[in-house]
């Protein structure tokens, strides 16, 4: 006559109040609530059930349970293990990611490195803009601070290619914001009257104000051509330049990145 093994149980109390009675071997498969039994003393009644971390929900608790329990039973082959593993980590982001919170505070590690490789796969082949909309993270980062160079510790050629595809296309971001501050330099107009151009430049006004823009009158060059037919002021007036004189140096428009982008990325390539 065979002896059936007497099982023993434990009480667990869930994040959300619900305190359920579960089998002791499948519980202490975790290390946080094995040491609450034997070091604390928990987990003896449903008065003194062992309290879990408040990431498990009563939800997450069946899953937990459920792997821990199919993985303690001896005599499965490795595919049979693998294809469970398969299935188990087959479900939404959100779970997934509730699932390895609440595997971390456990202590269960295989468990959590299931889940990890399982949220790392949800990554690839996605943009940044699509990882963000999929796992809920706020896009708080400029354009700069988004094409600032990548650490590169293991030396991977692909990271520095990205660091130097990024530094051109911050310069290039760089480039577009002065030519619009020379656009916007190049809008100013002059408010004075023709009158008071002309005797500026004749050195014969009182009192002359010194410039003052506005975008809503003539601008300078216009009001010149303009006076001639109706002023006369001697010999024609030598054609002046007034605009905004902006230079560029040769290195804004090389094809060569910038010495500091390329110094930093050289610095965190080391």
């Not at 990271?159 to 595809?165: Q, V």
């Not at 054609?239 to 090389?254: R, Y």
Request: charged share 30%; hydrophobic share 35%; proline share 3%.
């Amino acid at each position: 006559m065979g002896f059936k093994m007497i099982k023993s149980y434990i009480w667990l109390r869930t994040e959300d109040g619900s305190i359920q009675q579960v089998e002791k071997s499948i519980a202490i498969s975790s290390p946080m609530i094995c040491e609450e039994i034997v070091v604390n003393g928990k987990g003896s009644s449903k008065n003194c059930a062992v309290s879990l971390p408040e990431c498990v929900t009563t939800e997450i608790l069946g899953l937990i349970l459920n792997y821990c329990q199919f993985h303690q039973v001896t005599g499965r082959s490795d595919k049979e293990r693998k294809n469970f593993d398969d299935t188990f980590v087959r479900t939404d982001t959100s779970t997934l990611c509730l699932l390895a919170t609440a595997a971390e505070k456990l202590q269960l590690n295989h468990l959590l490195q299931l889940i990890c490789k399982a949220l790392a796969r949800e990554f690839q082949g996605n943009s940044p803009d699509k990882i963000r909309e999929k796992f809920h993270i706020q896009d708080d980062l400029t354009e700069e601070e988004k094409l600032k160079p990548l650490k590169n510790m293991t030396h991977h050629p692909h990271i520095r290619l990205l660091n130097k595809l990024n530094a051109r296309k911050l310069k290039e971001l760089n480039d577009k914001n002065k030519f619009k501050d020379v656009e916007v330099a190049e809008d100013l107009k002059d408010e004075r009257s023709i009158d008071d151009i002309l005797s500026f430049i004749n050195g014969t006004g009182e009192g002359v104000e010194l410039f003052c823009f506005t975008h809503e009158n003539e601008n300078l060059d216009n009001a010149l051509e303009a006076s001639s037919s109706k002023h006369s002021v001697g010999p024609d007036l030598p054609n002046i330049d007034l605009s905004p004189n902006v230079e560029f140096m040769e290195s804004d428009f090389a094809d060569d990145l910038d010495p500091v982008l390329q110094a930093e990325i050289d610095r965190l390539d080391t």
